[in-house]
């Protein structure tokens, strides 16, 4: 199936490895060029020469976007290198596990911004570009954490990632009919150096143990499956889907919506 990428220009954030690296790779495959961020410059370098691999014209911007200026420093790059904007997939993301009680506002403003406030700030400034294109797109990557309860201790995981979803489909409605924004859930994907992946290790029976209880389709996804479901959503394959969160998780998730 032509997914009708080829020579389009996608900004991935959080891309120096795991599902962002995989993303921008499937992207690449597909004919876009892509801009890629992270807050470490050798892993980003890397992930870079991996990705041209494919083909693709790489830009590669170290960077940490919660810093003020950065995300609209990030668009203005790709800008700069490419001429246009025809996606931005919001990947970059991290936990902190605690209890509520013992949670600082610090903790809450750290993920707040990086969760949430960096993919509201990319695609503010992403937004005039994308309007300038047909078939422009945004997608964040959430987790079925923000569709469902994820659990003691993961007050701040859960609200930032439900929030993506929820702004997604509000995105969806102001931004419609010029750019199409979707969110994608995840559910326990394993890859190498991620903490499933680390778990799987470390206690591989429990890992089996946890996979048969709660993973239906019988294993970890992996994250070439998310990159997969993101790039059909940021093509003009999916013209007709905007304010969808879809789920990548194997049968993993409880929710009934």
């Known amino acids: 199936?032509?997914?009708?990428?080829?020579?389009?220009?996608?900004?991935?954030?959080?891309?120096?490895?795991?599902?962002?690296?995989?993303?921008?790779?499937?992207?690449?495959?597909?004919?876009?060029?892509?801009?890629?961020?992270?807050?470490?410059?050798?892993?980003?370098?890397?992930?870079?020469?991996?990705?041209?691999?494919?083909?693709?014209?790489?830009?590669?911007?170290?960077?940490?976007?919660?810093?003020?200026?950065?995300?609209?420093?990030?668009?203005?790059?790709?800008?700069?290198?490419?001429?246009?904007?025809?996606?931005?997939?919001?990947?970059?993301?991290?936990?902190?596990?605690?209890?509520?009680?013992?949670?600082?506002?610090?903790?809450?403003?750290?993920?707040?911004?990086?969760?949430?406030?960096?993919?509201?700030?990319?695609?503010?400034?992403?937004?005039?570009h994308l309007r300038e294109v047909d078939g422009a797109s945004i997608c964040f990557i959430s987790s079925i954490f923000g569709r469902e309860l994820g659990g003691a201790g993961l007050s701040l995981y859960n609200t930032t990632k439900s929030a993506l979803i929820s702004v997604s489909k509000v995105m969806a409605q102001d931004l419609a009919p010029d750019i199409r924004v979707n969110s994608v859930a995840p559910g326990s994907i394993r890859f190498p150096g991620g903490s499933w992946d680390q778990r799987v290790k470390e206690n591989p029976e429990a890992m089996e143990e946890f996979v048969s209880e709660n993973i239906a389709i019988g294993r970890f996804g992996r994250a070439d499956e998310v990159a997969d479901a993101v790039t059909f959503l940021c093509s003009e394959r999916a013209s007709l889907i905007t304010g969808a969160c879809i789920n990548v998780d194997g049968g993993q998730s409880q929710s009934l919506i």
């Open 1 to 128: 199936m032509d997914l009708g990428l080829q020579d389009r220009v996608a900004i991935v954030t959080g891309a120096s490895r795991g599902i962002g690296k995989y993303i921008a790779e499937a992207l690449a495959r597909e004919g876009c060029n892509v801009a890629i961020c992270a807050r470490t410059a050798e892993d980003l370098r890397a992930a870079a020469r991996d990705i041209e691999d494919t083909g693709a014209e790489v830009l590669a911007v170290p960077m940490d976007v919660t810093e003020e200026g950065e995300p609209a420093r990030l668009v203005d790059e790709t800008v700069d290198r490419f001429g246009r904007i025809d996606a931005y997939v919001g990947n970059v993301g991290s936990n902190r596990k605690g209890s509520f009680e013992t949670l600082s506002d610090e903790d809450w403003e750290d993920l707040i911004n990086l969760n949430f406030m960096s993919h509201v700030r990319v695609s503010r400034a992403a937004v005039p």
